[in-house]
């Protein structure tokens, strides 16, 4: 099959929800991919914040492979090795002290607002279930995790939405007080909010927040499905922020491109979701876990600071070329938003640099990269040279 019989066929049989650019990807190697032409690609987007340890890691294949041969699923309603492992490996490497399985970050953010609304419910009865959530956020896609996303644009179309959420502008302790009351039970945030352009939060705010939470006895609920496993350089960004939040969620990057979200919760939040309270017929499942494990295994120390190294190697190239179509960057670790100026947007860029062989991402008004955690200097540089030899 061709590119053009592809895109045929894709254009038939499946539903258009997507805005696909022209390109197929066919298999790959590292952060470098290739189409079904064999044209190379250099990976700044790991499929979104995903494939965190790039493609064909020779580790991750022979535990999927091995994990697979030997029990490919099985119920929660039993014990396995990999689910039990993996929550020990999160809980020791964050402080956090128990972990809950599910399959993507919108499943994983409806556990936490469940989390909350439970805590509260045990302790002070009913009316008491509204979250603060930020604008400009982004918490998913199912129509609880969309009303929670503070964005105008999202809140369209699927009407009626759930309540329980308000917003508040993002960065303001005042801005919470404003919208708070006697029936929040949660702040729930990003600490770089991702899909929204890659804004980090100030350390200062996210401090005073988690003061007010104690005070207020508020679930400080922080969304970690991208900035979490490595990609800031800490295994969790809240690691960087000095926080301990009750819940924190992840998913993209944790198995390394198999389907896996979940949630962390702390010692007081351990025994919230009690059983019957919480499930997922597929979450934790064992190849997932097993691929989890070997993600986790690869993200050692020196990994982390190798990704805090590359992260500010690739934003001081990029803002050293000078180039009219570019500004600042911001971000952390390998999670980098650089401004778009001038008079093309930051899609018409980013498929531009996808023509030329690049991958990138867009969020907000920004262009967004999310390269592999173990991308090369090698890689890294051809990226680079893409970029400064086709954009202006
Ligand atoms: C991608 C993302 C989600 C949604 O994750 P899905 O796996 O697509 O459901 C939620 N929150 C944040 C911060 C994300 O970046």
Same mark, same amino acid.
């Given at each position: 099959m061709d590119h053009k019989e592809l895109v045929e066929l894709d254009r038939q049989y499946t539903m258009q929800t997507y805005g696909r650019f022209d390109v197929d990807i066919d298999h790959g190697k590292g952060a470098t991919l290739y189409d079904l032409a064999g044209k190379e690609y250099i990976d700044f987007s790991s499929g979104i914040g995903v494939n965190s340890i790039g493609y064909g890691n020779e580790k991750w294949v022979e535990a999927i492979t091995r994990q697979a041969q030997k029990l490919g699923h099985i119920s929660n309603l039993f014990y396995s090795q990999p689910y039990a492992r993996l929550a020990k490996s999160l809980c020791q490497r964050t402080g956090m002290a128990a972990a809950f399985f599910g399959n993507s970050g919108a499943e994983a953010n409806e556990g936490i607002i469940k989390l909350a609304r439970k805590y509260s419910f045990d302790k $002070? %009865?009913? %009316?008491?279930?509204t979250i603060l959530t930020l604008k400009n956020s982004f918490h998913g896609r199912t129509l609880t995790t969309l009303t929670a996303t %503070?964005?105008? !644009?999202?809140?369209? $179309?699927?009407?009626?939405f759930a309540d329980g959420f308000r917003y508040a502008e993002a960065g303001s302790i005042d801005a919470i007080q404003e919208v708070a009351g006697h029936d929040v039970c949660a702040v729930l945030l990003e600490l770089i909010q991702g899909e929204g352009g890659v804004y980090p939060m100030d350390p200062a705010y996210v401090h005073d927040l988690a003061v007010l939470c104690a005070e207020r006895d508020w679930l400080l609920l !922080?969304?970690? =499905?991208?900035? +979490? !496993?490595?990609?800031?350089?800490?295994?969790?960004a809240f690691q960087q922020y000095g926080i301990i939040p009750d819940g924190v969620s992840f998913a993209k990057g944790i198995a390394g491109g198999l389907p896996m979200g979940g949630f962390l919760v702390n010692e007081r939040c351990?025994? =919230?979701?009690?059983? +019957?309270t919480h499930a997922a017929t597929f979450g934790g499942n064992p190849v997932s876990a097993a691929a989890a494990q070997v993600v986790l295994d690869t993200l050692d120390e020196d990994a982390l600071a190798k990704v805090r190294e590359k992260g500010d190697y690739i934003r001081a190239r990029i803002e050293h070329m000078g180039l009219a179509s570019l500004g600042q960057t911001r971000g952390m670790g390998l999670m980098i938003g650089v401004e778009v100026k001038g008079d093309e947007s930051n899609k018409v860029l980013a498929a531009r640099l996808i023509r030329h062989g690049l991958l990138v991402l867009t969020a907000g008004p920004a262009l967004r990269l999310l390269p592999p955690l173990t991308i090369t200097m090698a890689e890294i540089d051809k990226g680079l040279a893409i970029m400064e030899d086709v954009l202006i």
């Open positions: $002070y %009865g009913k %009316g008491r279930g %503070g964005q105008e !644009v999202f809140h369209n $179309y699927f009407f009626p !922080v969304d970690e =499905v991208q900035t +979490g !496993v490595g990609r800031t350089g800490s295994l969790f351990r025994n =919230v979701l009690g059983p +019957g």
